[in-house]
C-alpha cells in the first residue's frame, strides 16, 4: 500500500511529466512547447491546484489541500529547461523538479546512441545551481540513463547509487527520489533503489493502457505530456487521473 509524508496525505499528487521545451513546435515527439505548457499551468491555477516541487511534497513541507497538490517534473535535464521553461516559471511563480542525467551534466554534444538534434543540450551546473536558489529541486534520473531492467543486478545499483552520490556532491543536499529512465522499474529495481539511499520514485502511465501495478512510494504514477498533446488530449489525461485517484 502507498503510504505519504504525514498522514493528512490521502491523495497521490497531480504529477506532470515533460522532457524538452520548445518555443514552437521543434519535431521533437517528447518536447512540449511552450505555449502548451503555459496553458496546463493556468488550467490548473483556474482549478485551485497549488504547485510544489516533489520535494517538498515527499517532506511534507508544503502545506496544502493534497487533492488540489500538482507538482511539475521534467525529465533528462535539458538546457531548454533553464532558457525557456525556467522564465516561464518564474513569470507564473510556480516551482518544478527537474531529474538529471549525473554523468550528462555540462555536455553540448549528446553521448552516442542518443539522437543528435539542433537544440539538444544539458543543463550546466552553474543553470542548475541558479535554478535551486529560485527553488527548483533535482532529482536523479540514473548515471547514464541506462534501461534498469535490463542491466544485471549490479549494474542498476550502479546507476542508482552513482548518480545520487554524484548529485548529493555537485548539490550539496540529499537527492532523495529517483526518475527511472523510460519508467521500466520492477520489484528488483525497487530494492536496488531503497538500497541505494532512494525514498521516492517516479515513473510516467502508458496512455490509454494498464496502470503499472506495482504500489509503492518508489513507483509513483506520473502524467506524460508530449508535443501531440492538444488540449483535448490533456484533458482526457487530467479527466483520467481524477477517476483513478
Not at 33 to 42: A, V
Not at 65 to 71: L, M, Y
Not at 112 to 131: C, H, N, P, S, Y
Request: with cysteine.
Amino acid at each position: 500500500m502507498i503510504f505519504f509524508p504525514n498522514k493528512s496525505k490521502k491523495y497521490t499528487p497531480l504529477i506532470l511529466a515533460y522532457h524538452r521545451v520548445c518555443e514552437e513546435d521543434c519535431g521533437d515527439s517528447l518536447a512540449s512547447t511552450l505555449k502548451q505548457l503555459k496553458w496546463h499551468i493556468i488550467f490548473l491555477k483556474n482549478r485551485g491546484y497549488k504547485f510544489c516541487t516533489l520535494n517538498q511534497w515527499a517532506t511534507g513541507t508544503f502545506s496544502s489541500d493534497p487533492s488540489k497538490t500538482a507538482i511539475l517534473t521534467f525529465d533528462d535535464g535539458w538546457r531548454d529547461n533553464y532558457e525557456l521553461a525556467f522564465p516561464l516559471l518564474k513569470e507564473l511563480g510556480v516551482s518544478a523538479t527537474i531529474f538529471l542525467i549525473a554523468d550528462y551534466i555540462g555536455l553540448s554534444k549528446l553521448p552516442d546512441g542518443m539522437v543528435q538534434a539542433e537544440g539538444r543540450r544539458f543543463l550546466t551546473l552553474e543553470m542548475i545551481k541558479e535554478m535551486s536558489k529560485y527553488g527548483i529541486d533535482f532529482g536523479s534520473h540514473t548515471l547514464t540513463h541506462k534501461v534498469l531492467t535490463e542491466c544485471p543486478k549490479q549494474e542498476a545499483f550502479t546507476e542508482l547509487a552513482g548518480s545520487r552520490d554524484k548529485l548529493n556532491s555537485l548539490l550539496k543536499s540529499d537527492v532523495i527520489i529517483i526518475c527511472y529512465p523510460k519508467s521500466q522499474v520492477n520489484e528488483d529495481v525497487i530494492n536496488a533503489a531503497i538500497k541505494a539511499g532512494y525514498k521516492y520514485g517516479v515513473v510516467t502511465q502508458p496512455f490509454r493502457k494498464p496502470r503499472n501495478k506495482l504500489v509503492s512510494p518508489l513507483a509513483l504514477s506520473r502524467i506524460g505530456l508530449y508535443s501531440k498533446d492538444n488540449k483535448l488530449r490533456f484533458l482526457i489525461k487530467y479527466f483520467n487521473f481524477l477517476i483513478r485517484n
